[in-house]
């Protein structure tokens, strides 16, 4: 299909790992991102992976990438109660020319963390 | 450093009245600008993006339209709203890349609609 699939939600227990995977589609993505939305704001940009990465840390984010499988997927270690957001997943699309490449949008998978 | 300013950060506005959403952009020249709709419930969906003065592409056709008046101001607009018309509104930016050259989207907090 076309679009990029999430699950909706997510809880985990304060300290817990949180896991959120994500499936896209375009086999020539370049670039994946993860973005995360607390309520009221705009997206704010988490991390992203280049296309020939397996894996990226950065702190407690740890993201994965299946190319086989188009899979992405974004752990949380030690999640935090502030941690509470709506992540997307994200994937660029398109070909040549300033301008053309679009991000295309997950859904979003809200996240809680329960105290 | 660059940043990204969008107003109102919220409206209330009835049924078939006029809409003006205005985005600016600090810190860069020549970006590409995006409007975004997210409405509750479903994620984001792209409206326009421009990637110049006077050039604006429609990905969705609609009540909406876009202008483009200067290289950082970004404007959203309607003549005559409609209710299906309320929902969370972001501005975005980011930079001319090419394909292995990665620049990510920058996004404004955003500007809740509600149409009465």
């Known amino acids: 299909g076309e679009d990029v699939e999430q699950s909706l939600f997510l809880s985990v227990r304060e300290g817990d790992s949180s896991v959120i995977n994500c499936t896209y589609t375009?086999?020539?993505?370049?670039?994946l991102y993860w973005y995360k939305q607390e309520p009221g704001a705009g997206l704010q940009l988490l991390t992203y992976?280049?296309?020939?990465?397996d894996m990226k840390q950065d702190q407690r984010l740890t993201v994965l990438l299946n190319k086989k499988d188009k899979h992405l997927s974004l752990r949380i270690a030690d999640t935090q109660t502030g941690d509470s957001a709506i992540y997307f997943c994200a994937e660029r699309r398109g070909s040549s020319g300033a301008g053309s490449y679009q991000l295309t949008f997950g859904k979003g998978t809200k996240l809680s963390v329960i105290p | 450093s660059q940043t990204i300013h969008q107003w109102p950060a919220t409206l209330v506005q009835p049924v078939g009245s006029p809409l003006s959403l205005e985005c600016t952009v600090e810190g860069t020249s020549n970006p590409n600008l995006y409007w975004y709709r997210q409405a509750a419930g479903r994620g984001l969906q792209l409206l326009f993006y421009?990637?110049?003065?006077?050039?604006i592409s429609s990905e969705v056709p609609q009540n909406l339209s876009a202008s483009r008046p200067q290289d950082r101001q970004f404007i959203l607009s309607s003549k005559k709203l409609l209710l299906s018309d309320s929902g969370f509104y972001l501005c975005?930016?980011?930079?001319?890349?090419?394909?292995?050259?990665?620049?990510?989207?920058?996004f404004g907090n955003g500007t809740r609609l509600t149409v009465t």
């Open positions: 992976i280049f296309s020939n990465m």
């Open positions: 975005a930016w980011r930079a001319k890349e090419g394909r292995f050259y990665n620049s990510p989207l920058h």
């Open positions: 375009d086999s020539s993505s370049t670039y």
């Open positions: 421009s990637v110049g003065i006077g050039q």
